[in-house]
């Protein structure tokens, strides 16, 4: 194995109704020296307009002047358009949700998330 990667859901801190995804991945630059030979990555079809979508957005976002062009109402429905876009080419980002220590301090409850993940230890993410 070459590299593993999982996508998390996350919902924002103060506003509930849009979701947050986070990807991680590992490399084994080890592994891929050891096939010997470049592989071509293929990309899911749909791939390409998600980024586009993704990317104009974005910039809207953090439009010049400091303020946005995009208020909450658009960034929940972008995500929810994003989730059925991502599934439609089968990504489905596993749900992690954020709590809070007695003392205020934020932390990811990772439940299962990382079970499937071999190099997942404690202290690694």
Same mark, same amino acid.
């Given at each position: 194995?070459?590299?593993? &990667? =999982?996508?998390?859901?996350?919902?924002?801190? +103060?506003?509930?109704? /849009?979701?947050? !995804?986070?990807?991680?991945?590992?490399?084994?630059?080890? +592994?891929?020296?050891?096939?010997?030979?470049?592989?071509?990555?293929?990309?899911?079809?749909?791939?390409?307009? /998600?980024?586009?979508?993704?990317? *104009?957005? #974005?910039?809207?976002?953090?439009?010049?002047?400091?303020?946005?062009?995009?208020? &909450?109402?658009? !960034?929940?429905? *972008?995500? &929810?358009?994003?989730?059925?876009?991502?599934?439609? =080419?089968? =990504?489905?980002? #596993? =749900?992690? *949700?954020?709590?809070?220590?007695?003392?205020? #301090?934020?932390?990811?409850? !990772?439940?299962?998330?990382?079970? +499937? !993940?071999?190099? +997942? #230890?404690?202290?690694?993410?």
């Amino acid at each position: 194995v070459k590299y593993q &990667q =999982i996508v998390v859901s996350l919902r924002e801190f +103060a506003l509930e109704k /849009i979701e947050d !995804w986070v990807a991680l991945g590992l490399f084994d630059a080890g +592994a891929a020296m050891r096939v010997g030979k470049a592989e071509q990555v293929v990309y899911p079809p749909g791939l390409g307009a /998600i980024a586009y979508a993704t990317d *104009h957005v #974005r910039k809207r976002a953090c439009a010049s002047g400091g303020s946005s062009e995009v208020d &909450q109402d658009e !960034w929940a429905t *972008h995500a &929810q358009d994003l989730k059925t876009a991502f599934e439609d =080419i089968g =990504i489905k980002p #596993r =749900i992690v *949700h954020v709590e809070r220590t007695e003392d205020g #301090r934020p932390f990811v409850d !990772w439940g299962d998330a990382l079970d +499937a !993940w071999p190099c +997942a #230890r404690p202290g690694l993410v």
